[in-house]
């Protein structure tokens, strides 16, 4: 894999705070594209192929994380948090967290658990826990001692990253693939497509803010008026949990999301990107989701957008650490650069008439 996506995923960036992760796409997007544009909530594209009468396609991923938000600081210095995005209180305990400050300095901690031994002959037993329920112990003596440490109400909270790589070097563990994966894969998408072998205007980049509710997307698809979107996002994967036939597994190729709550895939887009799968020998994966994507917004904007989500399979996802493949990283990539080159007036126009 290229190393920006290693240096994605260590930025900081929960929901409202992507700047980091903004700066960095702006810095290599100008590399290869044509011209830069940005909404006015921070989700930032570069355009190819501008100008072009064909129709304009838009691919993305998004740049927020799962994590939280100071929201205030104990006596005895420990600090209370509320999550942003959709994160289990469990999950996260006794984890490494980082607060990040506003000069973007890290501020250790841990969330704090409660060993075993001081239950131990009362009738408490182990129950849910909420994430607002739990606490970040930064080791400060106080209330005070902690605000000279530099927290204040409102700065971010993420995992503290550990990105390593399998034994066998094929499978990456690390914070934020969801969906740092995504904007890495823009990226590939803007390095690697030439401009004479368009005919559509493609504008390539990634959205703010979907962990708390595809925020990015409606203001992004607003600023372009895409006719086609394609959301590259990671999708959590039950093959360790005994999952069946659409729960999708690490190492059977991309995911194509044929339906979640939000967004029943269009049949035309379904039936296109199968049949250039198919066509390429690239392996894929019908998929089911319980959640949703930037397509499900972007689908209802402009009288309507052909949508469709091409889907990393990704183990452990809003947790701390998650897991992908290699082998599917590039069967991701073969499908997206193959479709985003078929786009033209008669493609979208055939796909339109089959829904």
């Known amino acids: 894999m290229e190393k920006f996506y290693k240096d994605l995923v260590n930025l900081p960036g929960a929901p409202s705070f992507e700047k980091p992760v903004r700066d960095f796409m702006r810095k290599e997007l100008k590399n290869y594209t044509d011209e830069i544009i940005e ?16 129709p304009k396609v838009m691919i993305a991923g998004h740049m927020d994380e799962v994590g939280a938000v100071v929201t205030g600081i104990k006596d005895n210095g420990l600090i209370q948090m509320t999550n942003l995005g959709g994160v289990h209180g469990n999950v996260f305990l006794s984890q490494h967290m980082d607060i990040i400050t506003d000069n973007l300095e890290e501020i250790p901690g841990v969330t704090a658990s409660k060993p075993p031994h001081l239950s131990r002959g009362s009738n408490e037993k182990p129950k849910p826990l ?7 112990d930064i080791g400060a003596d106080s209330k005070d001692h902690a605000k000279e440490l530099g927290v204040k109400i409102g700065q971010q909270i993420i995992p503290h ?47 703010v803010q979907e962990e708390v509710g595809l925020r990015g997307a409606k203001t992004a698809a607003g600023l372009i008026k895409p006719d086609v979107f394609i959301a590259v996002d990671c999708s959590p994967c039950a093959d360790v949990f005994d999952g069946d036939d659409v729960s999708g597994k690490i190492g059977g190729g991309f995911l194509l999301r044929f339906y979640d709550p939000s967004a029943i895939m269009h049949q035309g887009m379904k039936d296109f990107i199968t049949k250039v799968a198919d066509e390429n020998d690239i392996k894929y994966q019908y998929y089911k989701s319980m959640g949703g994507t930037d397509a499900a917004r972007i689908q209802l904007a402009n ?19 998650s897991m992908i493949s290699e082998d599917d990283y590039l069967e991701v990539k073969k499908i997206v650069l193959a479709i985003l080159t078929m786009f033209d007036d008669k493609t979208v126009e055939d796909i339109k008439r089959n829904v």
Do not use: Q
């Open 130 to 136: 909420e994430f607002k329920n739990l606490l970040l």
């Open 303 to 321: 009288g309507g957008t052909l949508v469709a989500t091409i889907g990393m399979p990704a183990r452990y996802i809003h947790s701390t650490t």
């Open 39 to 54: 909404d006015r909530l921070g989700s930032i594209f570069g355009v190819i192929n501008k100008g072009s009468t064909g």
């Open 161 to 207: 990253n550990n990105y390593t790589v399998s034994k066998d070097g094929k499978k990456y563990f690390s914070k934020a693939w969801d969906d740092r994966f995504g904007c890495g894969m823009s990226l590939e998408v803007a390095k690697n497509i030439k401009k004479e072998n368009l005919n559509c205007e493609l504008y390539t980049g990634a959205t």
